[in-house]
């Protein structure tokens, strides 16, 4: 549903099945068997693409960034995956790409990031594919040093760092991957860069149970608890 930020009533309302993603005042949604195309302020639609065999049951994530938008499309809890590629202005399919890759498909600069986990080498447990976006070619390949704790995380990206899994941060410039001991977010959500921290959100994976807030802990029996009932 879209709503006027000021009056706070109903613009236009459309069904969707993942989150959409929005550029340039046009707003992109997987919409039955392909990506609508539509207005931010009218929700009319500007194109729609036909994708053959979608599966609205997979892992799928939209995004876009300049001139296209892609959608990625995986298996879930297997690391098959395809990415496509779409032209932002008239929904013409550009490229498909299919590989094997978990949750780490983002734009970054001018090209697609592909992240690939294994935990058979722990000091390289982290894999970069990087694609051309112009073409869905593979340009470069290579393994980084230092290790993840998991792949279920999407990934994010700042000018010299990619984030991904829970507290895995890449330096751009170092080409070396670092883990640092943090909570963690939703699993396929992770870790959130904005105003130079990283932000995690407030419900743990759903592999673990983590304590959560501002906690100061002592020994048990430490403390007598009162019941305070003011």
Known sequence: DAFDKSSGKLLWSQPISIYPAALNGVLYMVKDDGIKAITLETGKEVWMAKIPGFDIKKDNNLFCKDNNVYLSMKTPYKPDHSIVSFNIKTGEKLWSYDGAWWYGSIPYKDDIWLLDYTNKDHSKSVSMKILKATSGKVDKEFPVVGN????CWGT????????????WYYDRNKNEGKMVGTTRSPCR????????????MPHHC?????LRGFLALGKKGQLDWVENNE
């Open 148 to 151: 993840a704790g998991g792949h």
């Open 206 to 210: 759903d592999c673990s149970v983590i």
């Open 189 to 200: 959500i992770g870790q959130i860069p904005a105003n130079g921290l990283t932000y995690f």
């Open 156 to 167: 994010r990206g700042s000018e010299n760092y990619l984030m991904y899994s829970n507290g």
